[in-house]
């Protein structure tokens, strides 16, 4: 099925907007000299905006119940192609600091305008493939970002290379003219809200509530536990170097490869993700993920050797792309129209929260308790988000079919 228009549209400005962001993610740890910071100012600037987040998606959502999608959407373009030169046209750690949580506002306007789009194109039974598009397409100006960033940064210096993203995400206003809804924000074109019992009221603020954890532990394992300690486990494993399928490869290359699993995963499976919750329910693949998550986890903590690291990590990175577009998808579904944009701005905060806060406890967990013990910690916290979440589809599904035969 052929994504709308406006979705379609949405998604490309996003990946255009993310590239900056890509970029300096392996621009700057690889130059620190080029842009005079050190490793550790380095690890503050790349994290400061995942923490300015968890206070910018309020307001996000706040400013697009207040002026609508246009206004917001584009200052959000702005404030991106500002950030992406700033990056190539200051040095020190205070303005790249600065830039960076300027860029986690900007992030924050994006992906909530890209929420929108889904939502309010959206048809009955279509809401996760949307996402999963939009997850698929955005991550597509990731990797061409990481690649041509990285060559013309090798020919021609970091800072040209920011310049010449920035004034590509400049070139993205020219396609918001083309951005047309047909709803009005908060209104219920496609999203059916039944709400004529308390009980009914009360088992969907929990399941939402129940949406918000899950959303957390999933970005705090898999972006947090995973892959922030991805090239230690590695290193620990196989040394400086290893032999797969007779080829000698690096520590860091086989870091690297594991990890763009990930975003492989996020590029092609999205829609397919999607289109499979549609089919057979959110709920089926959200359980079903987060199952093979803990059991893949569970399989690193007991033989942490290499060829079953890989295999695991596979798993998990494809288990959490199903997961999360299931999750985006859910989110906008269940919310009422009322509350709609409130409810996904704390949703965004509760996975923001998780992908920033993962990374800070992940390496010094590893290092004072271990491999075995780290991934089967990761593995219960999953399962206890599992069982809950089960607890809570139950009471939801019992009490919302109940309040429709009333």
């Keep these: ?24 993610y392996v621009l700057l740890p690889s130059r620190l000299e080029v842009f005079a910071v050190t ?31 246009f206004k917001p959407f584009a200052f959000s373009i702005g404030l991106a192609a500002i950030t992406t030169l700033s990056y190539g046209l200051t040095k020190g750690f205070w303005a790249l600091f600065i830039a960076h949580g300027v860029w986690g506002i900007a992030w924050s306007l994006i992906r909530m305008g890209g929420y929108l789009a889904v939502i309010e194109n959206s048809k009955s039974g279509n809401t996760g493939q949307l996402m999963g ?10 990797l061409i970002a990481v690649i041509g960033g990285g060559f013309i940064a ?10 010449v993203l920035g004034i590509i995400t400049i070139f993205a206003f020219g396609l918001l003219p083309f951005v047309s809804f047909s709803g009005k924000l908060g209104a219920d074109s496609s999203v059916q809200a039944n709400l004529e019992t308390t009980n009914v009221i009360i088992s969907r603020m929990w399941f939402i509530r129940n949406l918000y954890f899950v959303a957390f532990v999933a970005w705090m ?7 922030s300690t991805a090239g230690y486990l590695v ?12 080829f000698v490869v690096g520590v860091g290359t086989l870091s690297g490869l594991l990890v763009s699993i990930r975003w492989f995963g996020d590029l092609t499976l999205g829609p ?12 089926v693949v959200i359980m079903g993920s987060l199952s093979v998550i803990g059991i893949a986890l569970t399989t690193v903590a007991i033989l942490p050797i290499v060829w079953v690291v890989i295999p695991s990590f596979t798993l998990i990175f494809f288990s959490s792309t199903g997961l999360l577009v299931s999750l985006n998808a859910s989110i906008a579904v269940v919310a009422p129209p009322k509350h709609r944009m409130k409810i996904l701005g704390r949703y965004a905060t ?39 979440f089960v607890m809570a589809f139950r009471a939801y599904s019992v009490n919302d079919a109940l309040g429709s035969k009333e």
């Design 39 to 69: 490793p550790t100012g380095a690890g503050l600037i790349l994290g400061v905006n995942r923490f300015i987040r968890i206070l910018s998606n309020g307001w996000a959502s706040s400013a697009y119940e207040r002026f609508g999608f």
């Design 350 to 388: 509760f996975s923001d929260a998780g992908s920033g806060i993962g990374p800070i406890f992940a390496l010094p967990m590893v290092a004072n308790l271990g491999f075995s013990w780290s991934y089967g910690l990761g593995a219960a916290v999953i399962l206890v988000a599992l069982t809950i």
């Design 154 to 163: 090798d020919y021609s210096g970091a800072g040209n290379a920011f310049l």
């Design 1 to 24: 099925m052929r994504a709308p228009r406006p979705v379609i549209l949405v998604a490309l400005i996003t990946s255009i907007c993310l590239m900056g962001d890509a970029a300096l």
């Design 235 to 246: 290193r620990m494993i196989v040394g400086e170097e290893a032999v797969i399928l007779g």
């Design 133 to 142: 598009f939009l997850q698929s397409f955005s991550r597509g100006g990731s």
């Design 272 to 283: 397919i993700s999607g289109y499979i919750s549609d089919r057979l329910g959110r709920h």
């Design 221 to 227: 394992i898999v972006a947090g536990l995973v892959v």
